[in-house]
């Protein structure tokens, strides 16, 4: 029984997907004498948590609450910030079980807040569904210990592994479900980056284009600063955010960019590529807990050996390309040796109409590296 309602606020708190980032998703439901009382999710960050949403509900039904027990997905909190703690509202409403799915590892939270309900007479069962409650909140769980973007590298390949014909063309490898499915992953990630040779190559937008979707703030990896002022990225910086990150001096170009609205972050020293694990320090200082890379093949590489990628998403169309000439998802100098490759931990694999998309889990990160 206890599944059935936790499973109930999983799909509560998956409701707010995109839209919570820095916050986590998080759904919770009251139950009495097998009667569902009341229901709430967190639905954007700075609104009130899913425990005072979910009593909220229970007012709004004209029920009391007292005796009854919560079902929450994450650790209710027991610390001010934009909200009151939900401990407190727990505590005043005569809650008189809760039962948690994942733990917050937030050291502000970090146990404390299922300790302070015990000591008030609470029964707290813990553990319900640990594993979906903490996949739910993978970037959540990394972002709040790391302070790093959880970095999740996307493409689409065909049946031969080709991302582009020997021509360079690559629309459409994959099929409108797919691509469907990649606006929703733009939606739920804060931020999208991209070296400059994709800029310059296919000219994107980088946005979402589902309908009440957020889109992401826009990384462009532009060592040189060779983008151009007419490309869409600049064009359309005052509506999308937008970082370029660069190693250029060049003064003159980088007044003109911030005049049409881009951020710029300058990295210091005379090397001749971007510092990855510097921007994600950067962009993640920011408040942006994920990032969805979806850059060609060089920063694919680059990013897999600065250690920076968590997720890799392999979506394959039913195409093939041939061609020794047709660019393969991950460039740079590679290996030498197969016992040195990345290694990956199967996740996930799901059809979209004709095409597949496989996810893996990054198992031998490592750090240090650069991007142009």
């Known amino acids: 029984m206890e599944e059935k309602y936790m499973s109930m606020a999983i799909e509560l708190a998956k ?6 980032n820095p916050n986590p998703m998080v759904g919770a439901v009251i139950v009495k004498d097998g009667q569902v009382l009341g229901k709430g999710y967190h ?6 948590h899913a425990e005072r949403e979910a009593l909220k509900d229970c007012q709004s039904r004209g029920v009391t609450v007292t005796g009854a027990t919560m079902y929450v997905t994450l650790e209710p909190c027991c610390h001010y910030g934009k909200t009151p703690p939900c401990t407190e509202a727990i505590i005043e409403n005569g809650i008189a079980k809760v039962v948690v799915g994942s733990l917050d590892p937030n050291p502000k939270v970090a146990g404390k807040g299922i300790q302070i309900l015990k000591d008030h007479g609470i029964n707290v ?3 319900v569904m640990e594993k979906e409650c903490d996949d739910l909140n993978e970037v959540f769980m990394h972002y709040i210990k790391n302070k790093k973007p959880f970095v999740v590298m996307k493409y689409a390949m065909t049946a031969d592994g080709k991302i582009a014909t020997r021509t360079g063309k690559s629309q459409w490898i994959t099929g409108p479900e797919a691509r469907g499915q990649v606006h ?5 990630y804060a931020g999208i980056m991209v070296g400059i040779g994709t800029v310059l190559a296919d000219d994107p937008t980088l946005n979402c284009r589902l309908e009440d979707g957020l889109s992401p703030t ?6 040189s600063l060779r983008i151009p002022m007419d490309s869409n990225i600049v064009r359309t910086a005052k509506t999308y955010d937008t970082i370029i990150a660069t190693r250029s001096k060049d003064n003159e170009k980088i007044r003109k960019l911030k005049e049409a609205s881009c951020q710029i972050l300058v990295q210091d020293g005379q090397a001749d590529r971007i510092d990855l694990v510097d921007l994600m320090d950067k962009v993640g200082s920011m408040g942006l807990d994920s990032v969805l890379l979806e850059g060609g093949g060089q920063l ?20 093939i390309f041939g061609g020794n000439d047709a660019k393969s998802p991950v460039g740079g100098y590679g290996v030498d040796l197969p016992d040195q490759a990345k290694r990956l931990k199967l996740t996930g694999l799901e059809k979209f109409g004709p095409d597949l998309l496989i996810e893996y889990r990054v198992e031998n990160e490592v750090v240090e590296c650069s991007q142009e």
């Open 15 to 20: 409701k707010a997907c995109g839209y919570t």
């Open 43 to 48: 639905t954007w960050c700075g609104c009130l």
């Open 125 to 127: 069962v813990t553990g």
């Open 184 to 188: 929703k992953d733009r939606h739920r």
């Open 218 to 223: 826009r990384i462009i990896c532009d060592t």
């Open 300 to 319: 694919n590489w680059s990013a897999l050996e600065a250690g920076i990628v968590n997720k890799v998403q392999v979506y394959i169309g039913n195409k």
